[in-house]
């Protein structure tokens, strides 16, 4: 029997683990769902040749991608390698333009490579001396949520976002973004369908909005 779902493929943002979409439910009777996990990069990796053995990982043909944050970017240049049905990006960027000014600045002043990544392995002890609930409760996410803490992928994954180049946005994209986005500001973001109130995690804090909304906007 000829299998007529449409397989769509996620990507999380930055160290995080497809635990983000756990409340992204889309019909079984209409749709395959994917999840796609990040892995160290290579010494030295560009993130276009990451990307082509990423999309390794995908055994469907004319697929529908969604990536969060830094999986937007890279989903992007996953669609150079495999013919993709459509694109979604989601709380991230479209091209180089669309990065706000502070990751300009470091990608001039490179001071994006003193970030000190290595701490992403001391979230419990953070947590223990956390000084208010909102910064527990924002740990606690993190824990959740991030499984990535090589220091080397984290430090490979800032400098790609930093130093992206692209300037054209892909054909069949659809640029879905928080107007209250800390980390890519919708005041540089043009093209998009704006989500009122959803901030930069809004994936999944505003998973009801996706759930009603998605189906609608693979199948158009």
Not at 79 to 95: D, E, G, M, N, P
Not at 112 to 117: M, S
Not at 197 to 215: A, D, Q, R, S, V
Request: glycine letters at 4%.
């Amino acid at each position: 029997m000829k299998n007529n779902k449409i397989p769509v493929y996620f990507v999380p943002g930055m160290a995080a683990n497809p635990s983000i979409f756990k409340n992204i439910k889309l019909s079984e009777d209409e749709f395959e769902v994917h999840f796609l996990e990040w892995f160290v990069p290579e010494k030295g990796e560009t993130i276009a040749n990451y990307a082509l053995r990423m999309t390794q990982k995908i055994t469907h043909d004319n697929i529908v991608l969604i990536g969060v944050s830094f999986g937007g970017i890279l989903v992007q240049e996953m669609a150079r390698h495999i013919k993709v049905k459509k694109l979604f990006v989601i709380s991230s960027v479209k091209t180089m333009h669309e990065l706000p000014r502070r990751m300009k600045i470091a990608k001039t002043t490179k001071i994006y490579k003193i970030i000190p990544t290595s701490l992403a392995k001391q979230i419990d002890v953070f947590r223990k001396y956390a000084p208010t609930k909102f910064i527990a409760k924002r740990l606690d996410l993190y824990k959740e949520f991030l499984s990535v803490s090589d220091k080397y992928y984290l430090d490979w994954s800032i400098a790609q976002i930093v130093n992206w180049n692209q300037t054209e946005i892909l054909p069949n994209t659809i640029h879905i973004h928080g107007e209250k986005d800390g980390v890519f500001p919708m005041q540089y973001i043009s093209d998009c369908i704006p989500i009122k109130g959803g901030t930069h995690i809004m994936i999944i804090n505003k998973y009801k909005w996706f759930n009603e909304n998605l189906p609608r906007l693979i199948r158009e």
